[in-house]
């Protein structure tokens, strides 16, 4: 079964390789916008979200009582957002894991389980993130309310909205959303609950060749908001 893994072990950075960290971060990854918008925000009992965090937004979250980070983007050692994560979760004894997520294809049925074993296992409160906070921490919440939280899918659909996190779904992105209505149409019909569905049922194949997005939308997340 697929498995989160920790940040790799690296030697102490300098001052200015923290320096290039900070504008990677700042400038190259767009945190820049991350200090204002898709900050952490609580999603229930237990489950933080937001964008990729700064430093100090990590710290705010420790003194919030979060006691560990899901991190689900990708562990590169050349992101500076990374490596200013892994290094104030060692500062602030904040374990931290990476469960690579994609925002433009539906999830593996793996990863899918993956994240509802760490939801259960992880210490709590937990904060995931993504990089902008809109997709994949969405994608993530709704799965959290409807397996822990026993939340109605309706309900949960919220945590992928718009408005409050920019996650569009008329783009690529909103195949996420298509993943859920595929399980919902399913458990109208069947009564079946999403993990049996998700273990059982789950053709990711025909979820992602019977999605269509919009040309204006995709040009809106990728070129405009720069999405990963």
């Not at 990708?74 to 290094?87: D, P």
Request: net charge positive; glycine share 6%.
């Amino acid at each position: 079964m697929l498995t989160a893994k920790p940040p790799p072990q690296l030697p102490r950075p300098s001052f200015w390789q923290r320096l290039r960290f900070w504008l990677s971060a700042l400038f190259a990854d767009h945190a820049i916008f991350r200090l204002f918008y898709n900050t952490r925000r609580v999603v229930a009992p237990g489950l933080h979200r937001s964008g990729h965090p700064l430093p100090y937004q990590l710290r705010a979250a420790a003194r919030a009582g979060v006691k560990s980070v899901l991190n689900l983007r990708g562990a590169e050692v050349h992101i500076g957002s990374n490596r200013l994560e892994w290094l104030a979760c060692e500062q602030l004894d904040l374990p931290v894991l990476h469960l690579p997520l994609g925002s433009r294809s539906p999830p593996q049925r793996d990863e899918v389980l993956a994240l509802i074993a760490l939801f259960e296992t992880l210490p709590k409160p937990l904060l995931v993130h993504c990089k902008s906070g809109a997709d994949r921490a969405g994608l993530a919440s709704v799965i959290y309310l409807i397996t822990q939280q026993g939340m109605p899918l309706e309900q949960a659909l919220h945590e992928m909205d718009f408005w409050k996190h920019g996650h569009v779904r008329q783009a690529k992105t909103g195949v996420l959303d298509y993943f859920f209505e595929t399980y919902r149409q399913y458990r109208d019909a069947h009564g079946t609950d999403f993990v049996t569905w998700v273990r059982e049922v789950y053709d990711r194949d025909t979820v992602e060749r019977s999605f269509h997005s919009s040309w204006w939308a995709n040009q809106l997340v990728d070129f405009v908001l720069r999405r990963e």
